[in-house]
């Protein structure tokens, strides 16, 4: 079940998470960091930030150039075997060492790699908030491990926020030559899940038929921790929902007693 403090950063605008961060840089990929602490700072305030992995090889030229700029505490972990990942270890290890100091709320953890599931799960059994960040290639064992888990390509800075249609598309690729890194954040995208997001809305609507937008999407984050609109080329769930008529029928409602209108929703 989702932690009932998530949906509260999720429904209110003040951190309410102290949050430990780890990162395997032997699975993440720099260019995304700036991203990725932003996303972070959405759920609560990153209080260790914490890297690790062999800075010593060349793989890791490009973590070493953001460490001081986002004060990230990198801890070296030298390659003892070829073929076996003591970086996963060293992770594991320190993890399990923030867990039982019972400072934190929550952790979150950057790697696209399942070896990691075990870590989620036992974090989750602690009653803490469990946030994944990894590429589309994390398998969905450790996705679904987490309370919530983000797909690092929405968060790069060249990451499209808007649907682009396939004729646009067509042309932006024909008028472009493409690195092979930039390559990787021009993706078809995926087909919406519309049984999917029916079956969600249908299990957060009251007796009169309609959900509230925050409760719409903690049941989505409850079915599917790496759903994220952004996929579908929408900055936000509100987005999504406003730009799909055919689907959906919103009304905006008043708060007794206050300026502030919240979104509410119902099945077409």
């Given at each position: 079940?989702?932690?009932?403090?998530?949906?509260?950063?999720?429904?209110?605008?003040?951190?309410?998470l102290?949050?430990?961060?780890?990162?395997?840089?032997?699975?993440?990929?720099?260019?995304?960091i700036?991203?990725?602490?932003?996303?972070?700072?959405?759920?609560?305030?990153?209080?260790?930030?914490?890297?690790y992995?062999?800075?010593?090889?060349?793989?890791?030229?490009?973590?070493?150039?953001?460490?001081?700029?986002?004060?990230?505490?990198?801890?070296?972990?030298?390659?003892?075997?070829?073929?076996?990942?003591?970086?996963?270890?060293?992770?594991?290890?320190?993890?399990?060492?923030?867990?039982?100091?019972?400072?934190?709320?929550?952790f979150?953890?950057?790697?696209?790699?399942?070896?990691?599931?075990?870590?989620?799960?036992?974090?989750?059994?602690?009653?803490?908030?469990?946030?994944?960040?990894g590429?589309?290639?994390?398998?969905?064992?450790?996705?679904?491990?987490?309370?919530?888990?983000?797909?690092?390509?929405?968060?790069?800075?060249?990451?499209?926020?808007?649907?682009?249609?396939?004729?646009?598309?067509?042309?932006?690729?024909?008028?472009?030559?493409?690195?092979?890194?930039?390559?990787?954040?021009?993706?078809s995208?995926?087909?919406?899940p519309?049984?999917f997001?029916?079956?969600?809305?249908?299990?957060?609507?009251?007796?009169?038929?309609?959900?509230?937008l925050?409760t719409?999407?903690?049941y989505?984050?409850k079915?599917?921790?790496?759903?994220?609109?952004?996929?579908?080329?929408y900055k936000?769930?509100?987005?999504?929902?406003?730009?799909?008529?055919?689907?959906?029928?919103?009304?905006?409602?008043?708060?007794l007693?206050?300026?502030?209108k919240?979104?509410?929703?119902?099945?077409?």
């Amino acid at each position: 079940m989702i932690s009932p403090r998530l949906v509260a950063k999720i429904e209110s605008e003040e951190p309410t998470l102290r949050l430990a961060v780890l990162i395997d840089a032997d699975n993440a990929q720099a260019a995304v960091i700036e991203g990725l602490l932003a996303e972070i700072a959405r759920f609560g305030e990153a209080t260790v930030k914490r890297i690790y992995g062999d800075f010593t090889a060349s793989t890791s030229s490009s973590w070493k150039k953001v460490l001081q700029r986002y004060a990230i505490k990198p801890v070296q972990q030298f390659a003892y075997t070829t073929g076996k990942n003591a970086t996963d270890s060293t992770l594991i290890i320190d993890a399990m060492d923030l867990l039982y100091s019972r400072k934190f709320d929550g952790f979150c953890l950057i790697t696209s790699d399942s070896d990691f599931t075990g870590l989620a799960m036992r974090l989750r059994e602690e009653g803490l908030t469990v946030l994944g960040f990894g590429e589309k290639k994390t398998p969905e064992a450790f996705r679904n491990a987490c309370h919530k888990f983000v797909f690092t390509e929405v968060l790069r800075p060249s990451a499209a926020v808007e649907p682009i249609s396939q004729s646009s598309r067509v042309e932006i690729e024909q008028k472009s030559v493409l690195t092979p890194e930039s390559s990787e954040t021009i993706e078809s995208t995926p087909e919406f899940p519309k049984e999917f997001v029916l079956t969600a809305l249908d299990q957060s609507i009251d007796d009169a038929g309609w959900a509230n937008l925050g409760t719409f999407g903690s049941y989505l984050t409850k079915l599917q921790p790496d759903f994220d609109s952004r996929l579908y080329g929408y900055k936000k769930l509100s987005d999504l929902v406003k730009a799909k008529p055919e689907i959906f029928i919103t009304e905006e409602r008043q708060v007794l007693g206050s300026t502030q209108k919240v979104l509410y929703l119902r099945a077409k």
